[in-house]
């Protein structure tokens, strides 16, 4: 850890609802659910409003509507999220050349490399709370929880004590005070089967976990994972900044419309996707070592299997093999029985050579027949929440749309609530719009 409280974690408030509620002033102060919204859909975020009759990311979209049926449920817009990240991240880049991004919403700020007088706490809180402002007003009143510790890991805990708008400080020699009193899933990587597993051994809070010795977390949850818990147990934390993050998968994955069960379907359906993953590592001229399935299930349990190569591999004959013998291991093991809603591959341990001929050619010859495959689930052409414009009517977002009706409400984010009118959908006069 450091001796001074200065790295920053900076995370927008409910990104995705947020820019939506800014944009479309009739749902501001209204609950806001953003994702997939078909029957299939997953929640990526849903606003404070919605979060309130308990709607929260990676719940179904089905789950969401039982429990706020009234919400606002529209699909992403990503053009307008980068628009609006790329803004936040001048303004930390012009701070300190030390930012690392962790997503659209949310990076590291190494304050020790800013151009500050000192990095004591009144400093570094005086310049996190000069940074917020500067988003509020950049994103046109978008608002950020920012984090100050000694450690990214504290930082990031920081961030989330105080949510939405908030700002909280760690100082130097309190981390552990945070932390004792904690739940031990305040620690990345302790996720529900680590949990449990803690659970079952008395091991509660951070507190309790920090009486472990690190043989015995290694004994519970296996060697990397039980030192790097032992670690953080104790606050211990030494990871840099470091402000280019190297791409460290390729991936594909589908949601389908109907649960998968057929094998040789789905193994088809992996074969197309290690070709797409293979075409993807080629064309940026790397190579991986690790081939994973991804797997969800019927009732949104998530599956991941690994296996690792000797050299790595660009080859989509050779990642399709490994990622049907991975799926192999799963029907065999019964764990597919109920469906599967999403699959996935991807490939990891990334370099940028790969050692010829090594795993053969890329023919497949073990490939199963061609099968129709289903296409992975779409949002319509008139999607709830998409930016259009009308010949007489001007801008507005698709309100919604079915049986040959498209319905707009006219506003943007600079007039008031505007009116709700439905056309046709191959109305000329209406037509997908996009600044760019």
């Given at each position: ?251 594909v994955e589908g949601t389908y419309d109907t649960d998968l069960t057929d094998r040789p379907l789905m193994e088809q359906i992996l074969t197309r996707q290690a070709g797409e993953v293979a075409a993807r590592l080629k064309k940026n001229g790397l190579s991986g070592r690790t081939i994973t399935i991804k797997v969800r ?140």
């Open positions: 850890m450091r001796a001074h409280a200065s790295v920053m974690h900076l995370d927008l408030d409910a990104f995705f609802a947020s820019v939506e509620q800014r944009d479309k002033p009739s749902l501001r102060g209204k609950p806001v659910v953003v994702g997939g919204i078909g029957g299939r859909g997953v929640v990526s975020t849903a606003s404070y409003e919605a979060r309130t009759f308990g709607v929260r990311s990676a719940m179904s979209t089905r789950e969401a509507r039982a429990l706020c049926g009234h919400a606002a449920f529209l699909y992403p817009r990503f053009h307008a999220y980068k628009k609006v990240s790329e803004q936040v991240f001048g303004i930390l880049r012009e701070l300190s050349p030390l930012v690392e991004p962790l997503s659209l919403d949310e990076a590291f700020v190494d304050l020790a490399a800013a151009d500050l007088p000192d990095l004591e706490v009144e400093t570094v809180t005086a310049t996190a709370s000069r940074i917020r402002e500067e988003v509020t007003q950049v994103t046109g009143g978008l608002s950020a929880s920012v984090g100050l510790a000694s450690s990214k890991f504290i930082a990031k805990i920081a961030s989330d004590l105080d949510k939405p708008d908030g700002l909280v400080v760690v100082a130097p020699g309190t981390e552990l005070d945070l932390l004792r009193p904690m739940n031990v899933k305040v620690i990345p990587g302790v996720g529900p089967a680590t949990a449990e597993r803690l659970r079952r051994a008395g091991i509660h809070t951070v507190a309790d976990l920090e009486q472990v010795s690190v043989e015995e977390l290694v004994r519970l949850v296996g060697k990397s994972h039980g030192t790097n818990l032992y670690k953080l147990a104790r606050a211990q934390d030494d990871r840099r900044v470091e402000p280019e993050r190297e791409t460290k998968s390729v991936s299930l019927y009732d949104f349990t998530t599956i991941n299997r690994s296996t690792t190569l000797p050299a790595p591999t660009d080859q989509a004959g050779t990642v399709a093999r490994m990622a049907r013998s991975l799926l192999g291991e799963l029907f065999t093991a019964g764990e597919t029985a109920g469906g599967v809603r999403l699959l996935g591959v991807g490939v990891s341990g990334l370099a940028d050579w790969v050692q010829e001929d090594l795993f053969g050619d890329d023919t497949d010859e073990d490939a199963e027949p061609d099968l129709p495959l289903p296409e992975p689930a779409r949002r319509p052409t008139w999607a709830a929440g998409m930016d259009v414009v009308h010949a007489e009517m001007g801008r507005g977002w698709v309100w919604g749309s079915g049986r040959g009706v498209v319905t707009v409400r006219f506003e943007t984010a600079e007039t008031p609530a505007g009116p709700v009118r439905s056309y046709a959908v191959d109305d000329p006069d209406l037509q997908p719009f996009s600044e760019s």
